[in-house]
């Protein structure tokens, strides 16, 4: 066992902490990661904070994890020491299931290990990327090219595959007309992997506070959802509606923006059931889907072509200290558009 520095929530209640993990002995197949970066994701607030029902404690977050190789397992043959490298929501599948074979990790029928509060597979309990030093099986461990740095390359591990998956699964490309929901980590990858596809693009917010940005990072379009003029005037306009709200809304409102034919698809979770009319869907033979991160083939997939077009997040890089006061400030949207932790200061 090797002991690392972390940051780890002691409880729902509490805030995080430093504290002290174990990481795993090397195994054959296993890569050690000094961790440079962790992006922080609403999901790791949803988690600790147990929105999505209870968890192990103390649980250290993190599913966006940049880093280098620092020491390689004596059958590892994906990675080398000094390579640049990424570990997403997930760690570890059985590998031979359909859907780890046709690369769906994320959805092994045996259950997928995910990167934090998850049962391993070896009785233990997954700690993330809030710590200096992570241990993963190769197969769960990407490249990050050279054109990305680790900072701005951290987010899109979790923040960059929620959104590629979708746009390309629903064969987003010029001419797709899409709306997406919400300018948070999520929502700023979305538009920018929509406008690199070739689409046109409206970013849907509660205001008009982010316009600027949102213009820049590449939409066309950019309205509140706060004026009830968006929902009169945008009737019937999009094809794909990209869902990356953390809270609950209105989904009826929304499945009216849709064309006859198209698709809205959630990737935001809060905790609480959303509603829908089985109406809104009936009316235009509309789809209402959801998407779950992606699979390690496609997050290299996506990395590659944010290394292409010249894609990657917008950051403010933080030490481990402000993380508390960084949650605060995700959860009342002021997050311009990823916080990053620097992994140095874990220790400190
Ligand atoms: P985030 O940075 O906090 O962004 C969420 C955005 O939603 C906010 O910036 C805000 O955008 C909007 N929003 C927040 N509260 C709202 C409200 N009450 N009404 C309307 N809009 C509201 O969060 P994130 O890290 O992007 O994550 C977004 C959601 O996706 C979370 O629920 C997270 O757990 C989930 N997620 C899912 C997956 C998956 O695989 N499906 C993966 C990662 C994350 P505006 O200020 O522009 O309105
Ligand atoms: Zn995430």
């Not at 701005?152 to 390309?168: H, K, M, Q």
């Not at 970013?203 to 066309?220: E, F, N, P, Y």
Request: with cysteine; glycine share 12%.
């Amino acid at each position: 066992m090797t002991v690392v520095n972390a940051y780890a929530a002691p409880s729902e209640a509490a805030p995080l902490e430093r504290t002290l993990i174990e990481r795993r002995p090397l195994g054959p197949h296993d890569v050690r990661i000094d961790i440079a970066y962790a992006g922080i994701c609403h999901s790791d607030i949803h988690t600790v904070r147990g929105d999505w029902g209870s968890q192990y404690y103390p649980l250290a977050p993190g599913h966006e994890i940049a880093g280098t190789v620092a020491e390689i397992g004596e059958a590892v043959t994906r990675h080398a020491v000094g390579d640049r490298v990424g570990v997403g929501c997930m760690v570890n599948s059985c590998g031979q299931c359909r859907n780890c074979l046709r690369g769906e990790e994320q959805f092994c029928t045996e259950g997928v290990v995910f990167t934090y509060g998850s049962p391993d597979r070896d009785g233990t309990v997954t700690q993330g990327g809030y710590s200096e030093q992570v241990v993963v099986t190769e197969s769960f461990v990407v490249r990050i090219p050279d054109a990305l740095a680790l900072d701005v390359a951290a987010p899109l591990l979790c923040a960059g595959i929620t959104t590629y998956s979708p746009l390309r699964h629903r064969k987003v490309g010029p001419g797709t007309r899409v709306a997406v929901v919400g300018l948070g980590g999520l929502g700023h990858m979305g538009v920018q992997f929509a406008r690199a596809l070739g689409a046109e693009v409206t970013v849907l917010s509660q205001t008009l506070g982010k316009q600027d940005d949102g213009l820049r990072l590449g939409a066309d379009h950019y309205r509140a959802t706060s004026d009830p003029a968006t929902f009169t005037e945008l009737r019937g306009s999009f094809d794909v509606i990209l869902n990356t709200v953390s809270a609950v809304i209105d989904l009826d409102a929304y499945l009216a923006l849709l064309d006859a034919g198209a698709a809205m698809v959630c990737v935001g979770a809060p905790g609480e059931p959303l509603e829908v009319g089985v109406m809104s869907l009936i009316n235009g033979n509309k789809t209402l889907a959801g998407s779950n991160i992606g699979g390690i083939r496609e997050t290299q997939e996506m990395l590659d072509f944010c290394a292409e077009h010249g894609i990657g997040a917008e950051i403010e890089v933080i030490p481990a200290s402000e993380i508390n006061a960084a949650y605060e400030r995700v959860l009342a949207s002021d997050v311009r558009y990823r916080f990053v932790i620097d992994a140095a200061t874990f220790s400190g």
